[in-house]
């Protein structure tokens, strides 16, 4: 009777297995939590971590003295603007 009045289900665990009455609560919570649907939101970071990945390279080539450096940061800046071309093709 408490279980009707509070619009529920009475289960006894005797008469029934535990994997029955597992299935059974979780079916009624299923049914009772409805669907809601799913909502998919991105935001694009990469493209503003890049620009500020390149904007401190900027600064680090003021801080430069050898132009070996110079030519050193420059074939790393390529490999990594032909890896990052790849990549987004």
Request: proline residues 0%; charged residues 25%.
């Amino acid at each position: 009777m408490i279980a009707d009045a509070g619009g529920g289900e009475y289960m006894e665990l005797d008469r029934e297995g535990d994997r029955e009455i597992a299935n059974k609560i979780i079916d009624a919570a299923r049914k009772r939590a409805g669907s809601r649907g799913l909502e998919v939101a991105s935001e694009e970071l990469y493209w503003r971590l890049l620009a500020a990945a390149i904007v401190l390279v900027a600064i680090g080539l003021l801080f430069l003295q050898e132009r070996v450096e110079l030519w050193l940061q420059a074939a790393g800046a390529g490999v990594a603007l032909m890896l990052v071309w790849t990549l987004t093709r």
